[in-house]
């Protein structure tokens, strides 16, 4: 049996193929890397801040204080 050709397929014929076939790590890698968003923001680990600051942070964001 051959594979499809991933690069042909559209998003939702590949989210489909990968939910019927969760290992194919061709189809993933299409989905996931070829065609991900070129203009999606992307948040870079802040190298300097102590882990705990960042841990502080982040349930802040996520209304986890307690």
């Known amino acids: 049996m ?3 050709d991933f690069t042909k397929m559209t ?3 590949l989210k489909k193929y990968i939910f019927s076939h969760p290992r194919e790590d061709e ?3 299409e989905l ?3 065609r991900r968003n070129p203009n999606v923001q992307v948040f870079p680990y802040p190298q300097n801040m102590p882990y705990e600051e960042i841990e502080a942070m ?3 964001k996520l209304n ?3």
């Open 58 to 60: 982040l349930k802040s």
């Open 27 to 29: 189809a993933i890698r």
């Open 11 to 13: 998003r939702k014929e």
């Open 64 to 66: 986890l204080d307690s």
């Open 2 to 4: 051959t594979k499809p």
């Open 32 to 34: 996931f890397i070829n």
